[in-house]
């Protein structure tokens, strides 16, 4: 199947200062790529919708300028939480998918990126 | 968020014993996915339902698509240590848009 990745795949940092991660689809042109959030035992919790070239859209309750997105490339979506405090210690994980509608055996999860806001 | 419910929540099975999962709802569904998800890894998709009473198999692994559109369930048969994990189920309606169930986590003694 195809592969997606996720930089990096564990982060440690200070509360405010900000922490990017990166999503990249190594053998096929995610037109869309989404972010979810993980809390320990809990589920996943899609964040925000990006398409190539476009403003990601956020769920309701997830700030835009807190977790900005950048899906500059059909390759490349980047999430950038600015400001970072420990309440946004998460597992993070992208999918990444060939178009917005298109079915889920052809949307794959990346491995994720721990955060750990100190 | 909304979120679909999953029982149990986790459980100890011996080796070769069959697991049963399920996933409920409030709200129908289109579409019924299952996924596995590993310690420290994103999930992986095991099976894909589209039709209500659609009874479909991936080696060991069964699902259904409930009739009434608001469950799902899922089988694993004569379990191995490497079907420890965690298992989501996730539904679909009208959007692009997942929600994923709480999850059942597994761990299969030898």
């Known amino acids: 199947g195809a592969v997606v990745s996720q930089h990096p795949s564990r982060v440690i940092c200070k509360s405010g200062t900000s922490v990017k991660i990166e999503c990249r689809s190594l053998?096929?042109?995610?037109?869309?790529m989404f972010w979810y959030r993980q809390f320990p035992k809990q589920s996943l919790m899609l964040m925000a919708t990006?398409?190539?070239?476009?403003?990601?859209?956020?769920e309701q309750g997830v700030e835009k300028d807190k977790f900005l997105i950048n899906h500059a490339s059909l390759t490349l979506s980047t999430l950038t939480v600015t400001s970072a405090h420990p309440e946004d210690s998460s597992f993070y994980i992208c999918?990444?998918?060939?178009?917005?509608?298109?079915?889920?055996?052809?949307?794959?999860f990346g491995p994720g990126t721990r955060l750990l806001v100190l | 968020g909304q979120q679909l419910n999953q029982s149990p929540q986790s459980m100890f099975i011996q080796e070769g014993e069959d697991v049963s999962m399920n996933c409920t709802s409030s709200?129908?569904?289109?579409?019924w996915l299952w996924y596995k998800q590993e310690p420290g890894e994103g999930p992986v998709l095991l099976i894909a339902?589209?039709?209500?009473?659609e009874l479909t198999s991936n080696g060991r692994l069964t699902a259904q698509f409930g009739i009434t559109r608001k469950d799902s369930f899922l089988n694993i048969s004569a379990s191995i240590p490497s079907d420890v994990g965690i298992y989501f189920c996730?539904?679909?309606?009208?959007?692009?848009?997942?929600?994923f169930g709480t999850g059942t986590r597994l761990k299969v003694l030898a």
């Open positions: 053998d096929f042109q995610a037109t869309t």
């Open positions: 339902l589209y039709k209500a009473g």
């Open positions: 996730a539904g679909q309606s009208g959007t692009y848009k997942y929600i």
């Open positions: 709200s129908i569904f289109n579409t």
């Open positions: 990006s398409n190539e070239g476009s403003k990601a859209t956020y």
């Open positions: 999918s990444a998918s060939i178009g917005l509608l298109a079915g889920p055996e052809t949307q794959y």
